[in-house]
């Protein structure tokens, strides 16, 4: 049993009565970690919201208003995380506003059912739209698809042409290029940038740049409720999400997503677009020299603070530290250093890497640390690389 004394006080003692270990998040905004911390603000909207009763519809479409505002688009919507806003897209895109097609979902029979996709775009999340009923058809390599396998795969079966904006995902043929081509032939293209909040520009650069629907987390950089995200884009297929959405009896009905969710993201998303990143970007990057700086001197230990996406490195997410080794490192693997931070109390979780180089190094994801786990961590891996 849990103690309620302890679940009155709301502090962290909540997890451990519940004897769950608390962790350090070097790892960014990643599920599996929780997703982020809401500001106190956030939570407090969220609290205030639980007081009472209102009509979900009306809320909804008030909340879609404030992400219309935010995002350029003609219409925004909140829903239950990226991925759930990825069901809601291809089943927008599938049914439209036809109530019995909306009804029969994902039962597609007759319909217009096919989400085309590049080949370096496929990962786990594309089966939130094959859970609508959608066949993904995807096209090219994993390196590259050109425009004439885009064109080539376009029927009368097509819904709509997916792309993914993301860590380590293609970018040829770019956004631009792959709008253009389909809306030729007169189809919307669904864009997930579920991970590409921050930098603030993206939260209107791909509905400026004439998608059609966009979604981006709501438990990610936002940092509003981990489970909810928001999509935005054109006002028909946005409806049209909508009516397969809960409070409907519909496909999206299990992807509730409740009115405090509501309340917390459009709060997150005002919070969001006043802060001044900037200085946050600085934040992270005095964090990232921290830890640097006391590794430096460690013979055969290098670290650096690496750039992040807005200065030219493309794959990281913001500054970091990143730490190598070269051939006259006598201690610990990379996996062993790892599994120490993992195993010690607390726990460090430290990033994925550089994609394809994540297993030559250790870096730390500034985003994700409370001020001062910056200086637990440079502690746990100065002991860890030292004594040996
Ligand atoms: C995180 C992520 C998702 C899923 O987003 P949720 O908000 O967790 O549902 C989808 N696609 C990409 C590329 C992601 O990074």
Aim: hydrophobic residues 45%; aromatic residues 4%.
């Amino acid at each position: 049993m849990i103690d309620t004394d302890i679940i009155k006080t709301k502090g962290l003692g909540i997890y451990d009565a519940l004897g769950v270990k608390r962790v350090i998040n070097a790892s960014s905004w990643v599920t599996t970690l929780g997703g982020s911390i809401m500001p106190s603000e956030v939570v407090q909207a969220m609290a205030g919201a639980a007081d009472c009763f209102v009509d979900m519809r009306e809320l909804n479409m008030k909340a879609g208003e404030i992400i219309a505002q935010h995002t350029g688009a003609e219409a925004g919507l909140v829903t239950s995380g990226a991925a759930g806003a990825m069901v809601l897209q291809a089943a927008a895109c599938m049914t439209g506003k036809d109530l019995g097609k909306i009804s029969r979902l994902p039962d597609t029979a007759g319909m217009k059912n096919e989400i085309i996709m590049l080949r370096g775009h496929r990962m786990g999340f594309d089966r939130a739209f094959t859970l609508a009923g959608a066949r993904i058809v995807d096209v090219g390599t994993v390196r590259s698809s050109p425009l004439w396998t885009i064109k080539a795969a376009i029927s009368e079966r097509t819904a709509a042409m997916a792309y993914v904006v993301g860590w380590g995902m293609s970018r040829w043929p770019s956004l631009e290029e792959v709008i253009e081509i389909v809306h030729k032939h007169g189809l919307p293209v669904i864009v997930d940038a579920a991970a590409m909040l921050p930098p603030e520009e993206n939260l209107t650069k791909f509905v400026a740049m004439g998608a059609d629907l966009v979604c981006f987390s709501g438990g990610k950089g936002l940092r509003g409720p981990q489970s909810a995200g928001i999509l935005c884009g054109r006002k028909e297929l946005v409806e049209a999400a909508a009516l397969n959405g809960s409070p409907n009896m519909s496909l999206g009905r299990p992807m509730k997503v409740c009115k405090e969710e509501v309340i917390g993201v459009i709060t997150a998303l005002e919070l969001f677009v006043q802060r001044d990143h900037q200085a946050e970007w600085e934040e992270w990057r005095g964090k990232s020299q921290t830890i640097v700086e006391a590794l430096r001197g460690i013979p055969g230990v290098s670290a650096t603070v690496e750039k992040g996406n807005r200065e030219g490195n493309l794959e990281r997410e913001g500054p970091q530290a990143v730490i190598r080794f070269d051939a006259s490192w006598k201690g610990p693997s990379i996996p062993e250093i790892k599994e120490s931070l993992l195993s010690g109390d607390p726990s460090i979780h430290v990033g994925h890497g550089l994609l394809g180089y994540a297993s030559e190094e250790i870096n730390i994801a500034p985003q994700t640390l409370k001020d001062g786990e910056e200086e637990v961590i440079a502690e746990r891996l100065c002991s860890l690389l030292t004594v040996h």
